[in-house]
C-alpha cells in the first residue's frame, strides 16, 4: 500500500480495493501516514466521492482499528443516539439522562466540535472536572452501575475516526456521505450497543443542506446498522435556525441544565429531544411505541428523575455537581458583551442563520481552527431573540460570553448579520421531518 498511489487513484475518480483501504486506515492509525497525505486522500475522495462498496469497507476498517466492544454480560438493551451535527445542538446532553433514568443503559461515544458544529465532548468537558477520557474498564463499570456513560474515541475504541475527524474538521472534508457514515457507525458500532437512534439534520445549518441528502445520509446510516444485526432508528431534523438559544459549549450545558427542569418544553429542542427519547425507549423495550415512549421520557424531565441522573453523571466522571445546581457559579458565566438590534430593526424576526452563527460561535473560540487549537470552553453566545419573536431597535438580540474579549466585536457583527427583520412573523414549520428505519419512511409529527 503506497499512499501517493491511492492518492492519484482517488484523484483520477477510481475505486480503492477494500484490502487497500484496510491497509490505509491500520497504517495512518499507527501513525504511518502522515496528516498531509491523509489530508490529500480525504479532498480526492470528497471531491470525486466514494463508492458504496468503499464505504462500508471505509466503516469497517474503522470500525476494526480498535477494540469492538462486546457488553451483552450487561443487563439490559442498551441504546444510543448519535446526531450529524447542527448548531446548538445539545440533545445528548438532554437526552441521555433522560433514557437512563427510564431505565435504558445509554453509552455514549461522542464528537468534538466539526465544522461549524459543536460536539458533545467539547461540551461535557465545559464542567469543570468531567473526563471523557475513561479507560474502557471505567466505561463498562460506570454503565454496569448507572446505566450511563459518555465518553469519546480512545487509543483502543475507533481510533481511526478520533484522527480523521480532527483533520476533517480543519482541512473542509467534513460535507461527504460516505465520510460522515463511516466516522459516526464506526465509533457508534464498536461501543457494543444493541441499538442506535439518529438525528440526521438537514438544512443551512446542517452538513446535508438538502432535503435529498439529508434522506440519503440517513438510509445510508440505518443501510449500515441494519448490516450489522444493529436495529437503527433516523429522525430527520430541520436545522435551518439553531436548535434553542445557547450556541457555543458551557452555555449550551446551562440551558441543557434548564431543559431538564422543565425551562424548554414544547420548545423545538424538546421536540428533537423527546422524539428521540421515545424512539430510544422503545428500542430498549421498556416502552411499546415511540408515542409511549415520548410520554415516560417528559414525565421523566416532569418528576427531576433525568435532571437527577444528570448530576450522578457529572459526579462519577469527575465533574463539579454543584455546578448543576448553581450553573452561574462557574467562572465565566457572566455575559461579557451585548448585541442590540440595529435601529431600523422592527417587526419580527423572521430568519436566523444557523451556519453564521456557528462559524462566529467557532471564530470566538467555542471550536478549532487548526487541529492544535484549544477551545475556550465558555466561548459562546445564547439568543435573547429567536426567529418569530417581535422585535424593537435596541432590543437585546444576544449576549456573548467567553474569555475572548478581542473577537466580541466581531462576533456581534456576525451575530447581528445572521437576523433578518420584517413586518410579519414567519409560518412556524415543524423541526420533525420524517423518519426511516428498515420500514422506510414514514411522516412523524
Ligand atoms: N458526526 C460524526 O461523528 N462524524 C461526522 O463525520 C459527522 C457528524
Redesign the pocket.
Given at each position: 500500500m503506497t499512499p501517493a498511489r491511492l492518492i492519484e487513484a482517488k484523484r483520477d475518480g477510481r475505486a480503492l480495493a477494500a484490502d487497500d483501504i484496510r491497509a490505509l486506515i491500520a497504517a495512518y492509525t499507527a501513525g504511518d501516514v502522515p496528516d498531509y497525505q491523509m489530508s490529500a486522500l480525504l479532498m480526492a475522495g470528497f471531491l470525486n466521492g466514494f463508492s458504496d462498496s468503499e464505504a462500508a469497507a471505509l466503516t469497517d476498517a474503522m470500525l476494526h482499528s480498535g477494540r469492538v466492544l462486546d457488553l451483552s454480560a450487561l443487563p439490559g438493551t442498551k441504546v444510543d443516539k448519535?446526531?450529524?451535527?447542527g448548531v446548538g445542538d445539545k440533545v445528548s446532553l438532554i437526552l441521555a439522562p433522560i433514557v437512563a433514568s427510564c431505565g435504558v443503559p445509554v453509552p455514549m461515544i461522542s464528537?468534538r466540535g466539526?465544522g461549524h458544529?459543536g460536539g458533545t465532548l467539547d461540551k461535557l468537558e465545559s464542567i469543570p472536572g468531567f473526563r471523557t477520557d475513561l479507560s474502557l474498564t471505567e466505561y463498562k463499570a460506570q454503565l454496569d452501575e448507572l446505566g450511563i456513560v459518555l465518553i469519546g474515541q480512545t487509543d483502543d475504541l475507533a481510533p481511526a475516526?478520533r484522527k480523521l475527524?480532527a483533520l476533517?474538521d480543519v482541512t473542509a472534508t467534513?460535507e461527504s456521505i460516505p465520510?460522515?457514515a463511516a466516522?459516526?457507525m464506526s465509533?457508534k458500532l464498536a461501543e457494543g450497543i444493541d441499538a442506535l437512534t439518529l438525528d440526521v439534520k438537514c438544512g443551512r445549518g446542517a452538513?446535508m443542506k438538502s432535503e435529498a441528502d439529508a434522506r440519503a445520509l440517513a438510509e445510508t446510516l440505518v443501510g449500515i446498522g441494519t448490516a450489522h444485526d444493529t436495529p437503527t432508528v433516523a429522525l430527520m431534523t430541520r436545522m435551518d435556525v439553531p436548535l434553542g438559544c445557547a450556541v457555543g459549549n458551557w452555555p449550551e450545558v446551562v440551558e441543557s441544565i434548564a431543559a431538564l427542569r422543565g425551562a424548554h418544553d414544547d420548545t423545538p429542542l424538546m421536540t428533537v429531544t423527546y422524539a428521540l427519547a421515545g424512539e430510544m425507549l422503545a428500542l430498549g423495550g421498556v416502552a411499546d411505541t415511540p408515542d409511549a415512549g415520548r410520554a415516560k421520557a417528559r414525565a421523566a424531565v416532569a418528576n427531576g428523575q433525568a435532571l437527577d441522573c444528570l448530576r450522578t453523571l457529572v459526579a462519577a466522571q469527575g465533574g463539579d455537581p454543584s455546578v448543576i445546581d448553581d450553573p452561574d457559579a462557574r467562572p465565566g458565566s457572566a455575559p461579557a458583551y451585548e448585541v442590540t438590534a440595529p435601529a431600523d430593526a422592527s417587526g419580527y424576526v423572521t430568519d436566523l442563520d444557523a451556519l453564521a452563527l456557528g462559524w462566529a460561535a467557532v471564530d470566538l473560540g467555542a471550536g478549532r481552527r487548526t487541529k492544535e487549537d484549544t477551545v475556550d470552553p465558555t466561548a459562546g453566545f445564547g439568543l435573547e431573540h429567536h426567529i418569530g419573536d417581535s422585535v424593537a431597535p435596541g432590543a437585546c438580540l444576544a449576549r456573548i460570553y467567553g474569555t475572548h474579549t478581542d473577537r466580541m466585536d466581531a462576533t456581534a457583527a456576525s451575530i447581528r448579520e445572521a437576523f433578518t427583520f420584517g413586518p410579519e412573523a414567519p409560518e412556524p414549520s415543524n423541526v420533525l421531518m420524517a423518519r426511516y428505519s428498515d420500514d422506510g419512511w414514514t411522516s412523524v409529527a
Open positions: 448519535h446526531s450529524t451535527g464528537g466539526l458544529t475516526d475527524y476533517r467534513v465520510l460522515i466516522s459516526i465509533k452538513f
